[in-house]
């Protein structure tokens, strides 16, 4: 008898040790909010995360005023009608090289196993921007944060 109010007691404390932590897991996960984008890594991170909540109208602002940036409608086809799966996928900011009205943010981007147990790999590249009225804008993203066709000069 004595052995089974134990085995009780060491259920009762694991029980309330999984509740406990599944109940820390879902709080903290919280929304995570916009920081400032007045540097290059700012814009970068907000436009990053605009894509990740969908607000594709603040991460199209982003994007350098130029004669081949997408259309609202082309940017936001891009990323709902390919499909791709950005939760899969994560960003880490590493140095950032200013020269002028131009600025490079590399990047290490973290890609995700869509299985429990597949590994992930992750890439390093680069974001380019450049400063136009005072502000900075994406003139490059690597894959899957950027369209293949946008911004490419053709020969006329």
């Not at 109208?57 to 791709?84: C, I, V």
């Not at 196993?113 to 790999?121: L, Q, T, V, Y």
């Amino acid at each position: 008898m004595k052995q089974d109010r134990v085995l009780i007691a060491i259920l009762v404390v694991i029980f309330i040790l999984i509740t406990l932590s599944l109940t820390l897991f879902f709080i903290r996960r919280g929304d995570v909010e916009y920081g400032t984008d007045i540097s290059p890594e700012g814009v970068v991170r907000n436009y990053v995360l605009a894509l990740h909540k969908e607000d594709y109208q603040r991460a199209h602002n982003y994007l350098q005023d130029a004669d081949e940036k997408p259309s609202m409608t082309e940017f936001r086809n891009e990323f709902m009608g390919l499909g791709w799966n950005l939760e899969d996928t994560g960003l880490q900011l590493g140095e950032t090289e200013i020269s002028g009205d131009e600025a490079v943010v590399r990047l290490t981007i973290i890609h995700g196993g869509s299985e429990p147990f597949g590994s992930s790999w992750s890439e390093t590249n680069d974001a380019w921007l450049v400063q136009q009225k005072g502000e900075w804008k994406l003139s490059y993203m690597p894959y899957p944060y950027w369209g293949w066709e946008w911004y490419v000069e053709t020969d006329q």
